[in-house]
């Protein structure tokens, strides 16, 4: 029994009829194909599935799609403005803070947040901050740079 | 063009020629090739993928840790709506497996589950929720047998027998033995002989990524499969296997790997049941695993208990070592038979070893198989090899640097088990540490419950042999050049996150001086790439790096001549850079690289070169020298500092400083990622990572199940965790590697263990001899220490193991020849040519069936 919810992702309303157990996340990956947020730990754990919801960044595996009727989302595919990158991806790339790239997307997303509610996020701020995201390939230490440089570049834009 | 024939093993030129020119990608810091896809969320993992038509698998799997399946009963399951097909056992009865003495595998177990999570059938539906219902509503009736949950368990219990097969008999997967040079004459001379118990508990590779794969039938007997892999090359030979079907008829396509860690090195029974899905049910059939079942293909690592006597002579010379290893092997083989190997093979490459003798034994458990994750079998002996040099130091009053830098194995020599060295980095590593760390100031001198640990470790830059014994490349790269002056890269090697892609692209547009971004990779697809036997053994920098040289170098020999002819100039006063080919003396005399590619097309025709690479051969030639030979080594050592509160045991590392031997970094923010995150993967080892079992209680069936197959509970690393890293970059190029670059995946990782270890016994005073180091472990040890008995925690005893004869391998200092000397009787015996298990040489093999003529 499908219940009918409009969410606007990147900027685009969409109306849907989905199931009441349907996650976001794969709402998002298999009904929008969004595929860039990714799915890690089914637990709510790993931060792979982040995305912005009404202005916070939330896990989408840990969310219904009909929770999010009427909501504001933003995916890591609505994070570049046209072909020019938000500066926290850009600061990804450039200070090499990725490796498999499978973290990638919902750490930019905790990280973009994290930014934006504290400009001057210090080392240890980005720590705690993204404490609730895992990357198993780069030991942290590149995206803690990535973060920052982003954050001195105007990450937050 | 016609292909050339592979035809040499080493690099065309000595690539120190090429360490003193100014590369424009070579040595620099570029971004990586797949950079913008990776953070624009772009780039394709397998559960990406979608295809017209797709339907959705679900393997059902065995909820019992050891049975004989009695029946299996779809009629519920094939009433739900969307069902589409089934599969069981009796639809693959093909076996397989990665190593071809250990094809003890299922796509689906036929008559016998050996492990909770062994897949029993499979079901397809329209929809993935629906093929989830499906699975759930499959009955399966067990007839359930003892099980094994130990080493110690699988050696007391012979009956019933897990596997058949190994000649070993009962529960023992494999026994080797071998000794090399006089190993008790050499303990009976020393004057410190120390004799240690380690335990190395097993742990996950977890990568991100959940393994997934999609298989599309392009007609009954035709398919590709994308999926998750490390190694394409390896679930090509294994599809084939199992679909009975000729290989040419398949392909395999690596996506992109969320992580591998050797995770993903294994050729998997979901995938081999996806692709007969999919021929069965004429449409596209989709498998993602869920995290849960990610811990059932597991092949982690092997928990590993170690008993390792060595003799030292007052003067801290090493004399000999006997090192004892019993590993869990798991359900299966996987990789089984070397890892067993592995956890002797290194020993004897960082420090001069005259004489050692190496007794291993892997057992069968009923537990998920454990295989190769970073450092392949080398982490758990390396954790007691320097843990135990600490304990030398400390009783022969010897700073353990200094300890150390005494015994060091030095370039170009072979060791005792006849392991060829290139070159050896790891005394500039050391000092390095040493220094940075302050050790001599503060080793030792440090207030109570603060330490400083020192270790080293030493990884292979790719195996010496494929897995499958040949005379073929182990790597080949073909690169395709044309009018639009466009450069296609193909090559078998898969991107593991590792930075594989940017390798190949930057050593291709180095040689052709065209930008990165003129560089057009396709890379890990068995159906158009040349064979490159995937991202394990730390092999792709070196292997597919050489091949991808000789591709450049030839393309650019072709573009030389034609652009000499058009120029009228010698070609070798050609440069090839900033997208042009010009005359060195008059830079305003040359061409674009466009011009220059259409002139050689004019020239030759379409225009294509290939490269490959074969590694050296080893002199080891004993049975059982195949594993450990590598074209060279690279080195690490590391320093750790750690704080310990003696009331709580909680301990925290502070800061880590890592030097590692990489011979030359074709791009040193690469190589700093590599070694970051080894040392943070060492550290989710070291402190907390596990991957355990329990049984449950009698009233529950007593069933062998995994502690926590779930994120929530298999406790890794997060931002807060991580310390502070300072890494050092130790150049000195390597004759062997592509601008002489060595590996640097694995090899970082391994000294991380000890160092920690070792860290808190100088911040304590105990011992601490397994791995992962929980707080209990060290309030157990300072009890002890507080009763004067050994300040110590870890294993108490070693099994009474049969590990059958003992190989005995004179050394090269002893004059041998790299046979066994029970070999060389075997062979004199029977007149064979072989018999030592090594196969003929290349040249040998190829001038048999005259298609050589030696030059």
């Known amino acids: 029994m499908g219940i009918t919810i409009s969410v606007e992702v990147n900027g685009t309303t969409y109306e849907r009829e989905v199931e009441p157990r349907t996650l976001l996340v794969h709402f998002l990956r298999e009904e929008l194909r969004l595929t860039g947020t990714n799915v890690g730990c089914e637990t709510s754990l790993c931060g792979a599935c982040t995305v912005h919801l009404d202005g916070l960044a939330v896990k989408s595996c840990t969310q219904l799609a009909v929770q999010a009727d009427g909501a504001k989302i933003t995916t890591i595919e609505g994070l570049a403005d046209n072909g020019s990158l938000h500066p926290m991806q850009q600061a990804f790339w450039d200070e090499h803070g990725l490796q498999c790239g499978y973290c990638t997307p919902g750490m930019i997303m905790a990280a973009t947040k994290l930014v934006e509610d504290n400009p001057d996020a210090s080392e240890d701020d980005i720590r705690h901050g993204l404490k609730g995201n895992l990357c198993r390939c780069t030991g942290y230490q590149n995206i803690v740079k990535a973060v920052a440089s982003a954050a001195k570049a105007g990450g937050a834009r | ?855």
């Open chain 2, 1 to 855: 063009m016609a292909s050339e024939p592979a035809r040499k093993s080493a690099p065309t030129r000595d690539p120190r020629e090429r360490t003193d020119f100014d590369g424009r990608y070579v040595g620099k810091p570029f971004r990586r090739v797949d950079g913008r896809a990776k953070v624009t969320g772009q780039t394709l993992f397998a559960d990406d993928l979608s295809f017209p038509r797709m339907c959705f698998m679900r393997l059902v799997r065995s909820t019992v840790p050891h049975a004989l399946i009695k029946q299996v009963d779809f009629s519920k399951a094939s009433e739900i709506e969307g069902f589409l097909g089934s599969l069981t056992g009796a639809d693959t009865p093909e076996p397989f497996g990665i190593l071809p003495v250990s094809q003890d595998e299922h796509a689906l177990c036929p008559d016998k589950v050996r492990m909770v999570g062994d897949p029993v059938a499979a079901v397809a539906a329209v929809t993935e929720d629906a093929a989830i219902e499906a699975a759930l509503a499959v009955e399966v009736e067990y007839q359930e047998l003892a099980t094994i949950a130990s080493v110690e368990e699988a050696l007391a219990t012979p009956e019933p027998r897990i596997h058949d097969y190994p000649k070993e008999g009962g529960n023992v997967h494999k026994a080797v033995s071998m000794e090399f040079g006089q190993v008790g004459e050499a303990l009976a001379g020393a004057d410190l002989v120390l004799d240690d118990l380690f335990f190395y508990e097993g742990n996950t590779h977890l990568p991100m990524e959940q393994h997934a794969a999609v298989a599309v039938p392009e007609d009954t007997d035709r398919i590709t499969l994308y999926s998750s892999t490390q190694t394409p090359h390896y679930v090509h030979r294994a599809l084939a296997k199992v679909l009975g079907l000729p290989p040419s008829r398949i392909r395999v396509v690596a996506c992109s790997n969320g992580g591998g860690f050797g995770g993903k090195s294994d050729p998997f029974n979901h995938e081999i049941a996806a692709a007969k899905m999919a021929l069965e049910l004429g449409r596209p059939v989709k498998i993602t695993l869920t995290r849960e079942e990610v811990f059932y293909c597991h092949r982690g690592r092997h928990p590993v208990l170690m008993s390792m006597k060595t003799g030292f002579a007052q003067d801290g010379t090493i004399l000999g070592q006997h090192l004892k290893t019993a590993l869990d092997g798991g359900a299966y083989g996987s990789y089984g038979v070397a890892s067993t190997y592995y956890t002797g093979a290194l020993q004897t490459v960082t420090y001069k070893l005259p004489a050692y003798r190496f007794d291993g034994v892997r057992t069968f458990t009923n537990k998920a198989p454990c295989g190769p994750k970073r450092g392949h079998g080398t982490p758990q002996p390396r954790f007691g090899w320097e843990v135990q040099l600490d304990k030398a130091a400390e009783k022969l009053g010897l700073d353990p640097a200094e300890l150390r830098l005494k015994n060091l194995e030095e370039a170009g020599r072979t060791t005792a088990n006849w392991l060829k060295l290139g070159t050896t980095g790891l005394e500039r590593c050391l000092r390095a540490v040493v220094e940075g760390s302050g050790w001599k100031k503060r080793r030792g001198k440090l207030p109570e419950g603060r330490g400083l640990g020192l270790a080293c470790g030493s990884y292979l830059c790719g195996a010496g042999l494929p897995i499958y014994w040949n005379h073929m490349p182990q790597s080949g790269v073909q690169i395709l050049l044309d009018r639009a002056g466009s450069v296609a890269v193909y090559c078998g090697e898969a991107e593991i996150g590792q930075g594989s892609d940017s390798v190949l692209a930057a050593i291709t547009a180095e040689v052709l001086g065209v930008e990165l971004a003129d560089i057009r990779l396709c890379v890990a697809d068995t159906g158009f790439t040349p064979v490159d036997l995937g991202s394990y053994s730390s092999r792709v920098t070196l292997m597919a790096g050489n091949a991808a040289l000789e591709a450049a170098e030839r393309a650019r020999e072709l573009l030389a001549q034609a652009v000499a002819e058009h120029l009228e100039i010698d070609k070798d006063r050609l440069v090839f850079s900033d997208n042009r080919v010009f005359d060195a003396g008059e830079p305003d005399t040359g061409l674009s690289f466009r011009e220059a590619c259409i002139a050689a097309e004019a020239k030759f025709g379409t225009l294509s070169t290939v490269g490959s690479y074969i590694p050296p051969r080893s002199p080891g030639k004993y049975r059982g020298a195949g594993v450990g030979p590598s074209p060279t080594y690279s080195y690490s050592a590391s320093v750790i500092e750690v704080e310990v509160d003696v009331e709580t045991g909680l301990y925290r590392p502070i800061h880590v400083w890592i030097a590692h031997d990489i011979g030359r970094s074709l791009n040193p923010v690469l190589v700093l990622g590599q070694v970051e995150g080894s040392v943070y993967m060492g550290l989710g080892e070291a402190m907390m990572e596990e991957q355990a079992y329990r049984r449950l209680p009698a009233k529950y069936s007593s069933s062998l199940v995994h502690k926590h197959p779930s994120m929530l509970e298999y406790k890794s690393p997060t931002f807060l965790e991580m310390p502070p890293v300072t890494s050092y970059l130790i150049e000195d190029p390597d004759p062997e590697g592509p601008y002489g670059a060595k590996e640097v995946g694995q090899g970082p990782l391994l000294p991380i263990m000890p160092a920690l270890a070792n860290a808190i016994h100088d911040a304590v005073g105990v011992r601490i001899d397994q791995v992962p180091i929980h707080p209990h472990m060290i309030l157990r040890a300072l009890a002890a220490k507080k009763t004067g008995r050994p300040a110590r925690f870890g294993p108490a005893g070693f099994p009474q193991v049969d590990f059958g004869g003992t190989l005995h391998v004179p050394t090269p200092d002893q004059g041998g020849d790299g046979r066994s000397i029970d070999d060389y009787r075997h062979k004199l015996r029977s007149g064979m040519r072989s018999a030592s298990g090594t196969m003929t040489t290349r040249e040998e093999a190829l001038q048999k069936h005259g298609k050589l003529t030696t030059d």
